[in-house]
């Protein structure tokens, strides 16, 4: 008696195609920053600090190779994102080398965009505490498989450390669940975005020719 052939078994294409694209769309706080052409951040800085508080959100369009070819192919616009620390001036942040802290000027100049957010959950009380959580974590590693989902203790990628460091205060007020993966562009729907730069250098230069007499 012959035996029944086994089904060929197609594998997931488009599973697969979905998870190459997700770590690669979301690696891009993991790679460098490759700065094409420098840019001066005064006024950016300048409005940047009239709006910012610590435990806000820095989300930002850095200038990466990934970075640029998915906000391209894609057309989203972010690619990292940070918490701000007012006391220091300083932003912490989770890159490959791990979570660590910048000053927020040179935070800035690698960014082609940037947005400011408030967190929903942001109280005078609970502020301070964010900064201290996120300075506590200054030194832990980069969570690459977070990039995927699978989230590992003590480990965090960039967008994953900035949610982290509210979930102490978040209560029962999470009103838009956090998925497993969260994309710096998705920010917003857990915090009020109060400056946009829409893009670094436009606007910087006042138009002369639209200058009064």
Known sequence: MKSKSQPYLRPPWSLIFLFLWGCFFLSGCAVKAIVKEPQPVELNLEQVRAVIESGDWLVTRET?????????LTNMPFSH?????????????????????????????????????????????TRPLVVALARSL????????????????????????????????MGDTVTNTIPPVVAPGQLHHWGRVVYDSIEIGLGRVPDKTQEKP
């Open 138 to 169: 200054v030194g832990r590693p980069y969570d690459f498989t977070g990039l995927i989902g699978l989230n590992l203790d003590d480990r965090y990628y960039c967008s994953e450390l900035v949610i982290s460091v509210w979930k102490p205060f």
């Open 81 to 125: 994102a940070a918490v701000y620390d007012a006391e220091n001036d300083q932003v912490i942040e989770s890159e490959r080398h791990g979570v660590h802290q910048s000053t927020l000027e040179d935070f800035l100049a690698r960014a082609s965009r940037i947005w400011v957010l408030k967190p929903v959950w942001a109280t005078p009380e």
């Open 64 to 72: 990466t190779i990934p970075g640029n070819f998915f906000g391209t």
